[in-house]
């Protein structure tokens, strides 16, 4: 099975990447990159029919957190007067 270790190599990359760029806007991808390996991992390696479930929890947690992230980076809300 090469799936876990290739989602597990795709994480670890990811990691690094994010963990080592300079500029913030470009940690991002990275950051999507490795939630999307791990929510794939959690689903390879929980043998349990509530794993899909914890991934897809996993997985929408993990983007409205880089979503905040990306519209804090980004200004925030703009305020109209």
Do not use: Q
């Not at 939630?35 to 914890?54: K, Q, R, T, Y």
């Amino acid at each position: 099975m090469i799936a876990l270790p290739l989602l597990g190599a795709i994480a670890v990359f990811a990691a690094l990447r994010a963990v080592f760029e300079r500029k913030t806007g470009r940690k991002l991808p990275y950051l999507n990159a490795m939630n999307f390996a791990i929510a794939g991992s959690l689903v390879l390696l929980l043998d349990h029919p509530l794993a899909l479930v914890a991934a897809a929890a996993y997985f929408v947690g993990s983007t409205l957190e880089s979503n905040a992230i990306a519209s804090t980076y980004a200004g925030g809300i703009l305020k109209d007067e």
